[in-house]
């Protein structure tokens, strides 16, 4: 019976587990591949396992790229607010309207998001002459993150 009954609390912890670790799985996205978009902040979602940075694109002018006749969106899933807010990218920090970059790693179907590969620059409301770089913003995520 005790067997029996050690069993069954095995397969209900395993059960209750496999969501965590299908949760943190980042193989929906092609980790191989790295690209860079520039954008226009629309909103920062804190939140306890991952935040994201939504955002409209613009080109290295500030200009919007267009989409199927309207305005690109996309997103990127970042850590933890708590692990962000460590590197001051905070509600406040990132407020609408901010000019961002970041380096991403694309979904694998292609569809307009992406998980943070190490690169958050912000550049404030107006977009610098030649675009949101390095050298002409702030950078708020390094390689190390």
């Given at each position: 019976?005790?067997m029996?009954n ?8 395993a ?19 790295t ?8 909103r920062?979602v ?9 955002f ?6 500030g200009n ?20 962000m807010?460590r590197?001051n ?5 990132m ?8 380096r991403?790693?694309p979904l694998?179907?292609?569809?307009d998001?992406?998980a943070?590969?190490?690169?958050l620059?912000t550049c404030?409301k107006a977009?610098?002459?030649g ?7 702030q950078r708020?995520?390094g390689d190390?993150f």
């Amino acid at each position: 019976m005790i067997m029996k009954n050690l069993f069954f609390a095995f397969v209900v912890a395993a059960v209750m587990a496999a969501p965590v670790y299908a949760h943190h799985s980042f193989a929906m996205y092609d980790q191989t591949v790295t690209k860079t978009l520039s954008g226009k902040l629309t909103r920062y979602v804190p939140g306890a396992n991952h935040a994201q940075l939504l955002f409209v694109v613009v080109d290295n002018d500030g200009n919007v790229v267009m989409k199927d006749g309207k305005p690109m969106q996309f997103g990127v899933e970042t850590g933890s607010a708590i692990a962000m807010a460590r590197n001051n990218v905070t509600v406040k920090t990132m407020a609408e309207g901010t000019f961002i970059t970041v380096r991403f790693y694309p979904l694998r179907d292609g569809r307009d998001f992406g998980a943070l590969a190490g690169m958050l620059i912000t550049c404030g409301k107006a977009m610098p002459h030649g675009g949101c770089t390095e050298q002409t913003g702030q950078r708020m995520i390094g390689d190390s993150f």
